[in-house]
Each structure stands twice: as structure tokens, then as C-alpha cells.
């Protein structure tokens, strides 16, 4: 532990104290500041009693979002060499989210670095919009780093060393540029119409509303395009409603 840089410190701390808040039926309080990146070490004065609690109707935010390095190991089959990012680039970013339970969940995403703020603002705002995340797991934890078995099980993930399906290019997700939201529940649709994945059918029709589907001006799609990313689901061939994307 004594080789790790003080960010990593700060970031299992942090980490130590959201796995207890997962344990726990309530949600603890907000002792700390809900908005935490990778910040400079506290200054030893950080536990005066100048903390401010939230109103009591304030939504509740258990643990602030950790930021991890990576390994080309830890990445498993996502990543292989040839890939256009290297792992030093790539960051482990751990999120709140609001899971079909509605209780509050911890989910990791891989992305690249440069976009690490924009995440945690990102999954901060579907948090507080209570808008509902499945799950959210490194694609490592599929076989072969397989998108499809991701996106039947409707896991929500970024970093992948893919391509563009029928394409030679590489996708965003190549870069850790790319996140696809819920994406049993929002489809992937080529020219031809083909679905991914497989399972979707029943999510073609786009007016209904359960919740977890992304339409036009939803407030969970305007959390990503605010931040300036694209949405797949403003295309037409293909159409990707899960995907956005901040090339
Ligand atoms: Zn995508």
C-alpha cells in the first residue's frame, strides 16, 4: 500500500466507506462532500465540524465516485495490444446509480481519462434524476469481453476494444470514449435492421415508457448531450439508442 500515490489512498478510503454504506438498509449520511473525485488529500483539519449536512430532503448520495488506474490484466479481454488506448490512459470509475429497485447501487465504468470529470457529472445527475441503471460491470466480466452477452444481460459499460460492426474503424468505445446505457432496454439497429442485441424485440417500439427507456429531450439524455456528448439515438443508420459517445 505504501507504494500507491496519495489519490489511490483517498480513493479506497472512499471505497472502504461506500461497501459499508452498501451494507446498510439506510443510506448513511452525507458526512462527507457527495461530490469527490480525484482530489488532493484532505487537509488534516477535514474532520472539523464546519461540514454542512443537506437539507433532509436533499437525495441522498452515500458515497462520492472513486477513480482507479488500470492494468492491461485488470482489463482481461476488453483490451488486447493493438488496441488504440493503452491502459495507462484508461481510468476504473466507481458510480452511484438508482438500480429497477430503486435502491442505490455502486457500478464501475472503464473510461479514458480525459473524460473521468464528465462521468462522475454524468452518473451524479442520473442519480439525482433517480433514473434507473440496471447494472453497470466492466465488460471483462463476460466471456471474451463479448458486447452481445453485455447487452443481453442489459449492462451498462464503456471501455471496449471493438470495432464498428461492418467496419473496419474503431468504435469510441475503443478509446473509453463511449458508454451504452441500459442497452437491453435501448436497441441497436443497423441499416438492415438487425437488432442488438437479440433479445431487444420487444424495445423496438420506442413510445413506450417504461422507465429506463431514452427518448428525445428525456432528462437522462440531456445529462450526456449537456456535457457535449452525442447520442446515438439522434442517428439513423444505424440507430443507437443506448449509446453515447465524446469523440
Ligand atoms: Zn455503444
Redesign the pocket.
Known amino acids: 500500500m505504501l507504494r500507491l500515490p496519495p489519490v489511490v489512498l483517498v480513493a479506497t478510503i472512499a471505497v472502504a466507506a461506500s461497501m459499508a454504506g452498501c451494507t446498510a438498509a439506510a443510506p448513511p449520511n452525507a458526512a462527507s462532500s457527495p461530490r469527490a473525485v480525484v482530489a488532493p488529500p484532505p487537509s488534516p483539519s477535514s474532520a472539523a465540524p464546519s461540514a454542512v449536512a443537506p437539507p433532509s430532503d436533499a437525495p441522498a448520495t452515500p458515497a462520492p465516485a472513486t477513480v482507479y488506474p488500470v492494468t492491461a490484466a485488470e482489463l482481461g479481454a476488453s483490451w488486447r495490444p493493438g488496441c488504440p488506448v493503452e491502459p495507462g490512459l484508461l481510468r476504473r470509475v466507481e458510480v452511484n446509480h438508482v438500480g429497477f429497485d430503486d435502491q442505490t447501487h455502486r457500478g464501475e465504468l472503464i473510461v479514458h481519462e480525459d473524460l473521468v470529470p464528465q462521468v462522475i457529472t454524468i452518473f451524479e445527475r442520473l442519480y439525482v434524476l433517480r433514473y434507473p441503471v440496471e447494472k453497470i460491470r466492466t465488460v471483462n466480466n463476460y466471456p471474451g469481453a463479448t458486447d452481445e452477452l453485455s447487452m443481453e444481460d442489459n449492462n451498462t459499460s464503456a471501455f471496449n476494444c471493438r470495432g464498428i460492426p461492418g467496419t473496419t474503424q474503431w468504435?469510441?468505445?475503443a478509446y473509453g470514449r463511449?458508454?451504452?446505457l441500459n442497452?437491453l432496454l435501448n436497441p441497436?439497429i443497423d441499416g438492415a435492421g438487425a437488432i442488438q442485441p437479440t433479445n431487444a424485440a420487444e424495445y423496438l417500439d420506442r413510445d413506450r415508457t417504461d422507465p429506463g427507456l431514452l427518448h428525445d429531450g428525456d432528462p437522462a439524455v440531456l445529462a450526456f448531450t449537456d456535457q457535449g456528448w452525442q447520442w446515438?439515438g439522434f442517428w439513423t443508420t444505424p440507430i443507437?439508442y443506448?449509446?453515447?459517445?465524446r469523440p
Open positions: 468504435s469510441q468505445h463511449a458508454i451504452d442497452p441497436y446515438g443507437d443506448q449509446h453515447f459517445e
